[in-house]
């Protein structure tokens, strides 16, 4: 079954320090790499995909991801952590000839908590 | 650009009515729009694609009679939530791809809170 896991419910950590959360998937091909980014009581943002090239990607607000294939990992990184960055981070992958528009596939999620 | 509304942000009906949810691109069109349902600390999972002028396809364990899809034009999908009871109670999400080629992204709206009372 496809499947994309976000193995930390919660990731902690010091405003000023670097940050990762982690994803990895199984579905089968190549598919779509996706992160998205929920507020409290909001929808999804849009941070940053991988669809071919580079295996490092850089998306908004300073965030980026480095695709790993032999890992199927799409880590989710950034340099130096904000508190403003506190917030529920997903992981979703498109598996290959689902459609045009493919559907997403969402990890569980993984809160971030940035503190200062 | 790429903006997507949702209306209204919050409801709260009794058990037994019906509710419409709308989905609005606002400065796109979308030939397609997604609707998820968000448990409390959860993730999100599709309930159905839309496809604007054609029946929507569930997913796998979602109830079309109950949760009514129609997408009526490029930048309107609209869900409704018939003869709703307490455990229909959740957070709603649609989300719109952008008819541009293959973009691959969806944009998603801020959400609608259903409370079932």
């Known amino acids: 079954a496809q499947s994309v896991a976000q193995p930390e419910d919660q990731v902690n950590v010091a405003e000023g320090n670097p940050l990762t959360v982690k994803c990895t998937y199984s579905?089968?091909?190549?598919?779509?790499l996706f992160w998205y980014v929920q507020y409290p009581n909001r929808g999804l943002q849009f941070l940053l995909k991988?669809?071919?090239?580079?295996?490092l990607v850089k998306g908004s607000y300073g965030f980026e991801a480095e695709f790993n294939k032999s890992q199927t990992s799409f880590h989710l990184k950034k340099p130096s952590a904000l508190v403003s960055d506190s917030a529920l981070y997903f992981c979703a992958v498109s598996p290959p000839f689902s459609g045009g528009y493919n559907k997403l596939i969402f990890g569980a999620g993984t809160r971030l908590a940035v503190h200062p | 650009g790429a903006v997507v509304s949702q209306h209204p942000s919050r409801v709260i009906c009794k058990s037994g009515t019906s509710v419409k949810i709308e989905c609005r691109s606002l400065?796109?069109?979308?030939?397609?729009m997604f609707w998820y349902r968000q448990f409390p600390k959860q993730s999100l999972m599709l309930m159905a694609t839309?496809?604007?002028?054609?029946?929507?396809?569930?997913e796998q364990g979602v109830e079309k009679d109950k949760f009514l899809i129609n997408h009526a034009s490029l930048t309107l999908s609209t869900l409704t939530v018939t003869s709703a009871h307490p455990e229909d109670s959740s957070f709603y999400i649609c989300?719109?791809?952008?008819?541009?080629?293959?973009?691959?992204?969806?944009?998603f709206g801020p959400g609608t809170r259903l409370t079932v009372t």
């Open positions: 400065d796109f069109q979308a030939t397609t």
């Open positions: 839309s496809n604007e002028g054609s029946k929507a396809t569930y």
């Open positions: 991988y669809i071919t090239g580079d295996n």
């Open positions: 579905v089968s091909g190549n598919p779509y």
């Open positions: 989300s719109a791809a952008e008819d541009r080629g293959q973009s691959y992204e969806q944009y």
